[in-house]
C-alpha cells in the first residue's frame, strides 16, 4: 500500500492510503510535514502564524494538565489546612507561575516550566 497525496478542487489536503484512481479534480502534490505548512508554488511552507497558533494550543493543554493536579490539592479544604503556610505558599505560586506561562517571552516555542512542589 503506497500514500499519495492531492489538493482538491477546493484546495484541501487529502492523502490516500492506497492504490486507487485520483480523486476527480484533484492534483498530486509532495506530502505535507504538518497542517501548518501551505502549498505555494508546488512546494510546502510553514505558515508561522498557524504553527504559533497549533503550538500554544499544546502548551496550554500541557499547562491545563498541571494546573488540573494543582487544583485537586489547593482546593481541597482538608489537604490544604494540615499544609504548613510555606507549603501553601509554594503551591499558590507555582499556580500561578502555570497561569502566567502563556506570558513568557519565548512562548509558545520556548518555555519554563515551573518546579512543581512536593505535596508534604
Known amino acids: 500500500m503506497s500514500h499519495r497525496y492531492f489538493i482538491d ?9 492506497y492504490d486507487g484512481p485520483t480523486p476527480t479534480g484533484s492534483t498530486p502534490v509532495p506530502r505535507r510535514e504538518a497542517e501548518w505548512f501551505d ?11 498557524r504553527h504559533n497558533e497549533a503550538a500554544a494550543k499544546t502548551i496550554r493543554g500541557l499547562r491545563d494538565k498541571k494546573l488540573r493536579v494543582v487544583d485537586k490539592i ?4 482538608l ?3 494540615e ?4 507549603k501553601q505558599a ?3 505560586q507555582y499556580r500561578t507561575d502555570l497561569l502566567d506561562v ?3 517571552s519565548g512562548f509558545p516555542h520556548i518555555i519554563t516550566w515551573p518546579v ?3 505535596e508534604s
Open 9 to 17: 478542487a477546493n484546495g484541501e489536503y487529502i492523502e490516500l492510503m
Open 39 to 49: 502549498l505555494v508554488d508546488g512546494a510546502w511552507v510553514i505558515n508561522q502564524s
Open 116 to 118: 512543581e512542589p512536593t
Open 90 to 92: 509554594e503551591w499558590s
Open 83 to 86: 499544609m504548613a503556610v510555606a
Open 74 to 77: 489547593v482546593s481541597n479544604p
Open 102 to 104: 502563556p506570558q513568557q
Open 79 to 81: 489537604r490544604w489546612a
